[in-house]
């Protein structure tokens, strides 16, 4: 059973940095693209990054783009993604989950960790 | 981006009667590939949303067959046979043809 953990999260200061990670077993992770989404406490979801296999195209959402970056590490099974220049709207659970590789995609997604973006 | 716009944004439901969640994106979600990247997901809370349908009509694996999927281009539906308690929580239609991949703002299926 494919299986996503993420970590990473925690509070942080407007203007500070976060990585974030999520660790996908079960899966021959190479053969996975990889997609990072969040919602906000009370809000619905938001689609933030993705990544295709071999980590060469990535994209984001335009509220993240210039801000945060997204890459993966085959060799650990291990999607990560870079927070920086906080901002207090960032606050939110992010989630990774699978784009494609599986057969279907947005098949498979982890419980998420929470980022908090507060002074 | 392409808008997905969800009807209605409550839905109170009898158990055992139908509900129905109507997905409207800004632009067709026909892929130059030629399929239709349109997925539903629901939600309970505190937990991950959990993908019922992808390819607009197919089920995922192990999704109970009151669960159906329709549409095409630009209109989709999502419709519940016979609501169960376990069906309550919020629902998302998804698009992943363009980017960014986008989400319409759920609807929250609540029992009557």
């Known amino acids: 059973e494919v299986q996503l953990v993420e970590s990473g999260g925690g509070l942080v200061q407007p203007g500070g940095s976060l990585r974030l990670s999520c660790v996908v077993s079960g899966f021959t992770f190479s053969r996975l693209a990889m997609s990072w989404v969040r919602q906000a406490p009370g809000k619905g979801l938001e689609w933030v990054s993705g990544?295709?296999?071999?980590?060469?195209?990535?994209y984001y959402a335009d509220s993240v783009k210039g801000r945060f970056t997204v890459s993966r590490d085959d060799s650990t099974n291990t999607l990560y993604l870079q927070l920086n220049s906080l901002r207090v709207e960032d606050t939110a659970l992010y989630s990774c989950s699978t784009w494609y590789g599986t057969g279907i995609y947005y098949d498979y997604w982890g419980p998420g960790t929470l980022v908090t973006v507060s002074s | 981006d392409t808008v997905m716009t969800q009807s209605p944004l409550s839905s109170p439901v009898t158990l055992g009667q139908p509900a129905s969640i109507s997905c409207r994106s800004s632009q067709s979600l026909v892929h130059s590939d030629g399929n239709t990247y349109l997925t539903w997901l629901h939600q309970m809370p505190g937990q991950p949303p959990r993908p019922l349908i992808h390819h607009t009509s197919s089920r995922f694996s192990g999704v109970p067959d009151r669960f159906s999927g329709s549409g095409a281009g630009t209109d989709f539906t999502l419709k519940i046979s016979r609501v169960e308690t376990e069906d309550v929580g919020v629902y998302y239609c998804m698009q992943a043809t363009h980017f960014p991949h986008t989400f319409g703002q759920g609807t929250r299926l609540e029992i009557k």
């Open positions: 990544i295709r296999i071999g980590g060469g195209d990535t």
